[in-house]
T-cell receptor, first 115, second 116 residues
Framework: GAVVSQHPSRVICKSGTSVKIECRSL??????MFWYRQFPKQSLMLMAT?????????EQGVEKDKFLINHASLTLSTLTVTSAHPEDSSFYIC???????????FGSGTRLTVV | AQSVTQLDSHVSVSEGTPVLLRCNYS??????LFWYVQHPNKGLQLLLK??????LVKGINGFEAEFKKSETSFHLTKPSAHMSDAAEYFC??????????????FGGGTRVLVKP
């Protein structure tokens, strides 16, 4: 089936630095990808919708300048957390729409810890 | 607008006994409904999906769910729980799965504990 590879799986960074998370569709082209954030013991909250070749659409309350999304190709979307702070520590998950199989496939997630 | 309510935040069962995870939804349109499972620090795995075909949907690992429009429910069941079923389960709704840009709305999740 369709596979979405997400890296890194875990990252620890210092407060004030930036972190990039990559999401790749391995065997299909993903024109649309979604980025979610999940706090401990909570559900997934959609942060933004990433469309290949155009600007991402952010959900209300999500800071565009803090969470930079780039979807430059049909197989790669990146999320960059800029000037990270401890409150940005969370589990980030990407999801891609597989047009051929009409389904959503999720990455394995990235645990971000800002110290 | 659409929303999903998972009626139980935690469910505890004994190994070998049935599992029932309850989900109610609201949607202005005919929805597509999904159940996903998440093991600790992992991504989400699709268990099954309903997309306006058969109302009784069979998924992986012995799970199944029944779509009941009159009750706006999509409860997940398994006749006999295994230790490996201990995880977080999410009920998810989408307006329709056949459009790339449709957003998913997640329920709050149900944590399943399986006792030996």
């Amino acid at each position: 089936g369709a596979v979405v590879s997400q890296h890194p799986s875990r990252v620890i960074c210092k407060s004030g630095t930036s972190v990039k998370i990559e999401c790749r569709s391995l065997d299909f082209q993903a024109t649309t990808m979604f980025w979610y954030r999940q706090f401990p013991k909570q559900s997934l909250m959609l942060m933004a919708t990433s469309n290949e070749g155009s600007k991402a659409t952010y959900e209300q309350g999500v800071e565009k300048d803090k969470f930079l999304i780039n979807h430059a190709s049909l197989t790669l979307s990146t999320l960059t957390v800029t000037s990270a702070h401890p409150e940005d520590s969370s589990f980030y998950i990407c999801s891609a729409w597989d047009t051929a199989n009409y389904g959503y496939t999720f990455g394995s997630g990235t645990r971000l810890t800002v110290v | 607008a659409q929303s999903v309510t998972q009626l139980d935040s935690h469910v505890s069962v004994s190994e070998g006994t049935p599992v029932l995870l309850r989900c109610n939804y609201s949607s202005s349109y005919s929805p597509s409904l999904f159940w996903y499972v998440q093991h600790p620090n992992k991504g989400l795995q699709l268990l099954l999906k309903y997309t306006s075909a058969a109302t009784l949907v069979k998924g992986i690992n012995g799970f199944e769910a029944e779509f009941k429009k009159s009750e706006t429910s999509f409860h997940l069941t398994k006749p006999s729980a295994h230790m490996s079923d201990a995880a977080e389960y999410f009920c998810v709704v989408s307006l329709t799965e056949r459009t790339a840009g449709n957003k998913l709305t997640f329920g709050g999740g149900t944590r399943v504990l399986v006792k030996p």
